[in-house]
């Protein structure tokens, strides 16, 4: 058994160096300089086997007195009290969630997968050596971070015992899933409860009987908790005979490891969640049908097929912006007061509504969609490819995508100027610059978004995205609305700029899609 | 017409994928290519369709005079099969033809190309996210088919279809070979010596042709094995 647990160690330090090396070969501009031949060297063995033991310090200790510090000592002092009864009662509440959410047997663990299913170790020798090392750890850490964060409020004993009742409570955790899995027939994984309200609720429960009585007052008193103290001893004691000699190890993780289950980041999983998501999306009426040509066609079918996705998010932006509408008119009138204070912030905040264009565009919902479900396989035919197929498609949805967005601005241009009539107006050139100034705002951000989309494609073929440079300008963007929110310049004179500014930026965009998408929207 | 690869170049970091080639595919023929696993057969099809940029050496159609490769000369047919999944089979050919109909000769109706690949009416108007996989490669063979263009790179296209469909299939590529230069990648040697008229090795990088002469199928078998063990020159 101990030399299972040696070879597990050994194998998790042989993925842990290569995965180092592998997410350095990873690194924009750096990565290209680090060679292969760095998987074979033995310096980064040991580097390996020291990020692995410094890891496992953290783990035992770090996050143990992490753990004791925030969720006990902390709520403690919010509390006012030094009282070892209201420290017990919270640690025993949060035992509880601990021993069926972190079992470590029903976990499906990397680790495990390779030892188990491909190295076919013997499944029981690997779940008790590893099991004991886990419970070995969380004695030692949970023990000093309590001595050394609790000592002066709970007494040496009562530490003691809590620790002991942490590791019997995981006992009759796994216990009482063992005999869950018997009556139902059906493998537990602790990280995919059967039911997430169920896990939730009961997580929410306990949460609140550990917090929430402590702040009435309300604490298990001390004969209870002895007596419950006896009662998990006697329950804990039982379930270890039934864990260590438990005899279908095998056969439940012949059910729990497999690799959707084991691997939930992988690319593969990641890539057919995309997938499967991305496929729901499209309607299956089939009433469907679409009476234009070429171009026009394959995209009319697209947004007819995707409404939903499209459109969505649209019309609940426009809802909200005339649900806050009315709120504000609804303020006007109740209280005169804030006539002034509307007023004045439609005239000298126009800025600030750029940066709500911003997070209120669809563009980036809209150019999602386009990818996983039409350009991800349109883009390995090379007719799609073509500068006039680009262009004539690419002239197709950026009509779609401003007329989407407008709804929402249009709404939101009216909304203000209804806003600005009310609260005291303004001259009539400014309600024609504020009112097209929004449109314009909606209009630079459709056409930002498509032409990042095109001329930075940052999807790759496992449709993640991947761009570097794409995240790098869609930072940039953001930060430059944030500071240009903050400008102080009236709205009058910003929505002038915004119009001009606009017009041009889309006049560029449209000539630098001509010119580069070509080259640049392509797979990765 | 010939398809001329002249110094082909692609490395990827360190390592040479292409390393020198130069090799000429004449039409009228389906040409093997065989090669070990990564050898960089996938490699040569994505730099001849231009998904990748080659790191050296040019290829160009020289019909006559030599002229540069456009897009529709060349077709690439994927091992997975990639369609527009929101469309229907029927809508997906419209389209197509809609967008290449100055580029296709002898155009057919939609039914008549179904029929051709022999896709069930039942099937045609159905969305292609419910298509099976072999349904789906049909239609992605079905469009380069119509589009026709002079290059097919076929990238192992059969190997999803069942033995009834994947004969049908080869009958099919055995008729469009006639003025078309066909490249047509696979593992299957029973396979590349059945359907293929000349069987060119990928490997170290270089292509070679590998002659037959005078040898039966065995013996023909055992030389392109020795050859892609490194252990024989052809």
């Known amino acids: ?524 | 017409m010939k398809l001329v690869i002249k110094n082909l170049k692609k490395n990827f970091g360190s390592k040479e994928v292409l390393k020198d080639i130069d090799f000429e595919f004449t039409s009228g023929k389906i040409y093997g290519l065989l090669g070990r696993n990564g050898a960089g057969k996938t490699t040569l099809f994505n730099c001849l369709n231009e998904d990748l940029d080659v790191d050296a050496g040019e290829f160009y159609i020289m019909d006559g005079e030599k002229r540069k490769i456009e897009s529709k000369d060349i077709g690439y047919v994927l091992s997975t099969p990639v369609v527009p999944e929101f469309l229907t089979g029927r809508e997906f050919l419209k389209f197509f033809i809609d967008i290449n109909k100055d580029n296709i000769t002898d155009i057919k109706t939609i039914d008549e190309y179904f029929d051709l690949v022999k896709i069930e009416p039942e099937d045609r108007d159905k969305l292609m996210k419910d298509y099976s996989h072999g349904m789906k490669n049909k239609v992605q063979m079905l469009v380069h088919i119509i589009a026709s263009p002079s290059i097919l790179l076929l990238d192992e296209p059969l190997t999803s279809f069942d033995v009834v469909v994947a004969e049908e299939m080869k009958e099919l590529l055995k008729k469009l070979k006639k003025g078309h230069i066909l490249i047509f990648s696979t593992h299957i040697m029973e396979l590349a010596l059945d359907l293929c008229d000349e069987i060119v090795v990928l490997n170290n990088g270089t292509l070679e042709s590998i002659d037959k002469s005078n040898m039966n199928n065995d013996k023909f078998k055992e030389k392109i094995i020795n050859v892609l063990k490194g252990e024989e020159n052809a």
């Open chain 1, 1 to 524: 058994m101990l030399n299972d647990f040696r070879i597990s160690f050994q194998v998790k330090n042989a993925y842990t160096v290569n995965e180092f090396i592998y997410g350095l070969q990873r690194i924009p501009f750096i990565g290209k300089f680090i060679p292969d031949s760095l998987y074979k060297m033995k310096f980064f063995k040991i580097l390996s086997f020291i990020i692995t033991f410094i890891r496992e310090i953290i783990k035992i200790f770090g996050f143990k007195l992490l753990y004791i510090a925030v969720f006990l000592i902390l709520p403690l002092s919010l509390y006012k009290s030094n009282s070892y009864e209201f420290f017990m009662h919270i640690y025993l509440f949060l035992a509880l969630i601990g021993s069926f959410s972190n079992t470590e047997i029903f976990n499906p663990t990397r680790d495990k997968y390779y030892m188990i299913v491909l190295m076919k170790m013997n499944a029981r020798n690997h779940t008790i050596s590893n099991f004991l090392y886990f419970l070995g750890s969380t004695f030692i850490g949970q023990l000093t971070a309590l001595l050394l964060l609790a000592h002066n409020i709970v007494p040496w004993y009562f530490i003691l015992l809590l620790v002991i009742l942490t590791i019997m409570l995981k006992f009759i955790a796994i216990n009482f899933y063992f005999y869950r899995m018997k009556i139902k027939g059906q493998v537990i994984n602790e990280n995919k409860p059967e039911s997430w309200t169920l896990y939730f609720g009961l997580i929410a429960i306990l949460l609140c009987l550990a917090y929430g009585l402590p702040y009435f007052n309300i604490v298990i008193p001390n004969y209870l908790f002895l007596i419950i103290s006896v009662i998990i001893l006697i329950l804990g004691l039982i379930s270890i005979k039934t864990v260590f000699k438990y005899p279908n190890y095998a056969k439940l993780y012949k059910k729990l490891l497999n690799p959707d289950n084991v691997f939930v980041n992988s690319e593969d999983a990641q890539k057919n969640t995309i997938i499967a998501s991305n496929l729901k999306q499209i309607s299956i009426d089939t009433t469907i049908t679409s009476n234009k040509e070429g171009f026009a066609y394959f995209h009319d079918l697209f947004v007819k097929r995707h409404r939903k996705i499209l459109s969505d998010s649209a019309k609940k932006t426009t809802l909200g912006i005339l649900l806050v509408g009315i709120v504000l008119l609804f303020v006007l009138f109740i209280v005169p007061e804030s006539k002034e204070i509307i007023n004045n912030f439609i005239l000298n905040y126009l800025p600030f509504i750029l940066l709500l264009m911003y997070f209120l565009n669809t563009g980036k919902v809209v150019t999602n969609a386009m990818f996983m479900n039409c350009d991800h396989s349109m883009l390995s035919y090379r007719f799609y490819r073509q500068p006039n197929t680009l262009l004539s498609l690419f002239k197709e949805r950026l009509k779609t995508l401003i007329i989407l967005n407008l709804i929402p601005a249009l709404t939101m241009s009216l909304v203000i100027s209804i806003l600005l009539a009310v609260s005291g107006g303004a001259s009539f050139i400014t309600y024609i610059v504020v009112f097209f100034s929004i449109v314009a705002m909606s209009i630079f951000f459709s056409v930002h978004n498509l032409i990042l989309y095109y001329l930075l494609q940052p999807y790759n073929i496992g449709m993640e995205m991947k761009s570097t440079t794409y995240t790098i300008v869609s930072i940039a963007t953001y930060w430059l609305c944030y500071y240009i929110s903050d400008l102080k310049v009236s709205s009058f004179t910003f929505g002038i700029i915004m119009i001009i500014f606009a017009i041009v930026y889309s006049l560029i965009s449209l000539f630098l899609v001509y010119r580069y998408a070509p080259k640049t929207f392509k797979l990765r």
